[in-house]
T-cell receptor, first 110, second 112 residues
Framework: GEDVEQSLFLSVREGDSSVINCTYT??????LYWYKQEPGAGLQLLTY?????DMKQDQRLTVLLNKKDKHLSLRIADTQTGDSAIYFC??????????FGGGTRLMVKP | GAGVSQTPSNKVTEKGKYVELRCDPI?????LYWYRQSLGQGPEFLIY????????DSGLPNDRFFAVRPEGSVSTLKIQRTERGDSAVYLC??????????FGEGSRLTVL
């Protein structure tokens, strides 16, 4: 089946950029997503990228997709303490069914 | 309400008991999904409904798990003879034809 991998933890200082990485195995995905999960809360869709794009920018967020290497990244510019959360990458396979990575816990230090 | 609503938010039960978890999707959303998120892991797919029918139930771990959506709106996830390994947060999501999934806040199940 599909495998989506993320590093477990990332720590940055407030104001720095954060880069969260994700690798996947299924090359047939149409959309690739980044979700944010804060403690005790549901998953919030941050952004997504269509598989025929290399990059998408949305305010402080930049998504890069390298289809050849099956690598997806999320860059958060000017990281704030409110960005501290767990970030999940997810890819769709059959229809809208999503396969999630294990999540990367982002800690932002003041 | 405006979002996906899940009840109960927390459920503590004893091993062997029967549990029902409810999901009220966004009005008009035809697709509904159940995911399970164990501690420290990402959500894992359980089942997907399109309308009233289960379009894909390949993620249900065994026959103790069952889900229904009789009128194509509210869905209930049913777990029989609960085991300690069933402890997790059960997430529900719904989507319209645009495809974006909107998640509820989940039902945290603890089996003692």
């Amino acid at each position: 089946g599909e495998d989506v991998e993320q590093s477990l933890f990332l720590s940055v200082r407030e104001g720095d950029s954060s880069v969260i990485n994700c690798t996947y195995t299924d090359s047939s995905s149409t959309y690739l997503y980044w979700y944010k999960q804060e403690p005790g809360a549901g998953l919030q869709l941050l952004t997504y990228i269509f598989s025929n794009m290399d990059m998408k920018q949305d305010q402080r967020l930049t998504v890069l997709l390298n289809k050849k290497d099956k690598h997806l990244s999320l860059r958060i510019a000017d990281t704030q303490t409110g960005d501290s959360a767990i970030y999940f990458c997810a890819i769709n396979n059959a229809g809208n069914m999503l396969t999630f990575g294990g999540g990367t816990r982002l800690m932002v230090k003041p | 309400g405006a979002g996906v609503s899940q009840t109960p938010s927390n459920k503590v039960t004893e091993k062997g008991k029967y549990v029902e978890l409810r999901c009220d999707p966004i009005s008009g959303h035809t697709a509904l999904y159940w995911y399970r998120q164990s501690l420290g892991q990402g959500p894992e797919f359980l089942i997907y409904f399109q309308g009233t029918g289960a379009a894909d139930d390949s993620g249900l771990p065994n026959d103790r798990f069952f889900a229904v959506r009789p009128e194509g709106s509210v869905s209930t996830l049913k777990i029989q003879r609960t085991e300690r390994g069933d402890s997790a947060v059960y997430l529900c999501a719904s989507s319209s034809n645009t495809g974006e999934l909107f998640f509820g806040e989940g039902s945290r199940l603890t089996v003692l």
